[in-house]
């Protein structure tokens, strides 16, 4: 007997050796290629990037995984313990693994064999961080095992606030919302600080399956598991029976988190800011360093420039006719169901679709989708309007020029089925169509470079081409500035005059270009006043020809507008091609008074942390830093920035430029009534129009001209159809500031004399102006000599050397009818 029990003895013992050395050689295995788990001591998760407004509106979110990282203190408890009552009761008691509920879980899984339900796992929040984190989610023993190992290692490193931390701020929640905070704002458009024990409750009810508690397809389901958690917070000693049966009897209460509106409007913007930002620190960094960017959008302005350019582009494009509808659809049976699939112009949630349902001769019958389901696309409540032969009486005359006449009334021009763009204005309804014209604008503060508002066309949902920072297009005349600017530079004056009459210059080829003015008149002598106001393009060439293009292109250069001019004559007209930002940056200095000019859309980035790792505003303040004040004057940054133009040039131009709008091209912008100089441009055959203006404070400039090139009618000009746009903006950007006057440089003398002549006259007299001028310039009195621009040896209009025959044959033509 007891050699048997000496045998077993043995034989249990030789067991437990096999079956320890068995398990270490597991062990060992498992372990072997095992993530360090000490990694998470480091870890940054993937945090939205966000874009502010000057404002602090935010405007923008950039991200892969939408996150905002909160700390554990400022989690509030009742969204702890909602989370820990649905996932984890015991997680501040266990070692990292929960042997209960383990044996909870495989109890149920073997009840459940054969059924088809999918197997609890009983993991662990720690368990999840581990899974999450630093493993697979692989559905295997072997997986769960180095599971469980990573986990106790954990528990072991790390506190427990540190793994709810890192398990709160890192879990997917549904609607592409990672983290407690986000899912807040998300589900409920509220901080976590103010969600009540309902809305914790039905966040915590997420985790397991988001999709299968969607508020919206799932409202039923979603309930019944948020008042499961709420009535485990009870169990749990949470929160009292009276607080959960009240948290149970309360609706969802999900919302959409609202959207501003800087945010409808500010699409060109965000996405110019979004590709610098971009190209400045990479894709990967973008969407997941939790970037806080302070951009200097103005959503004031930026509301008014879309809707300013949008009535400006509308009212060309209805002048030329209407085109037809924007699909066709059948006009019985579920038309409500069709119409709904179709996609409106998201940004602009004014126009609204409509399918006709029938017409008479006194106007037609649209049915339409409510406003926000016409944005989502849901069904919803049908809306039958009329549209009244007022509504669309733009329309009637339908491409006048390709079809003679007009419709006797709206059944002749709107058909049942067809699907049409309609806007409610006052009382009634207006038919719409989407303009094929573009156009852009840009307005900046001339001081510091800073963009405060960017429309880049008609709708970004479109066309998302950004035709304010990526059309490069002839300025045509509103590049004459700057032809000026360097005659004014090199000792000329406002009064020197230059022949204004008939040029022929041999082109290189054989032929001869012959430039004209606008109106195909000329006034021989005129001053260079007279020649900018009226936009004479034959003085221009010759005061180009005089200075010598290389100047010229030199200042083309230097202000930014380009970045290489060759030194061609019809250069100086404004042939070569730029963008509307840069042109605006150019007419900044000239408003500044001279200094550089380096526009930005940002003014301050911040990492994730709260560190400025960029900043537009360069100015030195040694001052700014004091740690206390003792009665010291306040703090003034140094503006080191260098001087483009001589400060009594720009002076001088911008007197000229406020000719342009109280006596030239632009008279219509003096409506304003406050001190404004600008110019405007409209290139041969009226393809491109332009109108750039500026007070002391703001700059903007306006652009108009389809995306290919073509004419756009016959005496359209860019003080017929930019500047009205620019004068819709204005009276924005004016509306609540005092009028500020542009002041001349200590130094200056002022002298009346007559602007066509430049001859001196007594103050008062009928006609005359008064004259700024430079030190050791003055008025000529009498015999003043003309430029003509032939002194020079050079007889070509371009230096053919690297042009081809069709590269020459652009240029010229394209500069022959510049205005």
Known sequence: MMKFVANLLGTCLNLTVVVALASAALVAALTRHLPDHRT?????????????????????ELARERRLFLPIATIPARVRQAFLSAEDKNFYTHPGIDVASIGTALLANLANYGSGRRMIGGSTITQQIAKNFLLTSDRTVERKLREAILSLRIDQTYSKDRILELYLNDIYLGRGAYGVAQAALTYFDKPVSELSVADAAFLAALPKAPNNYDPDRQAERATGRRNWVIDQMRQNGVIDAAAAAKASATPLGVRQRQQSPAVASSDYFTEDVRRQLNARYGEAAL???GFSVRTTLDPRLQAAAMVALRKGLVAYDQAKGYRGPVTRLPSSGNWAAALAK?????????????????????????????????RSGALGTDETIRLDRSGMAWALCRAAKAKRGCAAGPDGVLAPGDVVYVEKVGDGYVLRQPPLVQGALVSMDPNTGRV??????????????????????????????????????????????????PIALADGAGRMWKPKNYDGRFSGPSTLRVGLENSRNLMTVRLARHLGMDLVADYGKRFGIYDELKPYLPMSLGAGETTLLRLVSAYAVIANGGKAVTPSMVDRIQDRYGRTIFRHDQRKCDACSASDWTGQEEPVPVDDRDYVLDPMTAYQVTSMLRGVVERGTARNVGGLGVPIAGKTGTTNDEKDVWFVGYTPNVVTGVFLGYDTPKPMGYGET???????????????????RPAADFHAPTGMTVEAIDRRSGQPVPAGTP???????????????????????????????????????????KLLTNSSGLY
């Open 40 to 60: 998470l001591a480091n870890w940054e998760p993937a945090v939205t990037s966000r874009l502010y407004a000057a404002d602090g509106t935010m405007v923008a």
């Open 287 to 289: 969407y997941t360093a």
């Open 342 to 374: 179709l996609q409106p112009l998201a940004d602009v949630p004014e126009w609204r679709l409509g399918v006709v349902l029938a017409t008479d001769k006194d106007g037609a019958e649209i049915g339409l989708r409510p406003p926000a389901a016409a």
């Open 452 to 501: 405060l508002a960017v429309a880049g066309g008609f709708s970004y949902a479109q066309s998302e081409f950004n035709r304010a920072t990526q059309a490069y297009r002839q300025p045509g005349s509103s590049f004459k500035p700057f032809v000026y600017a360097a005659a004014l530079d090199n000792g000329y004056a406002p009064t020197t005059l230059v022949m204004d009459a």
């Open 718 to 736: 860019g003080g017929g159809l930019a500047a009205p746009i620019f004068i819709d903006f204005m009276k924005v950007a004016l509306a609540g």
């Open 767 to 809: 006609g005359a102006i008064l004259e700024s001028f430079k030190p050791g310039t003055a008025p000529c009195a009498g015999g003043c000599p003309v430029i003509d621009g032939f002194e020079t040896a050079s007889t070509s209009a371009t230096a053919d050397a690297d042009l081809t025959p069709e590269q020459r044959e």
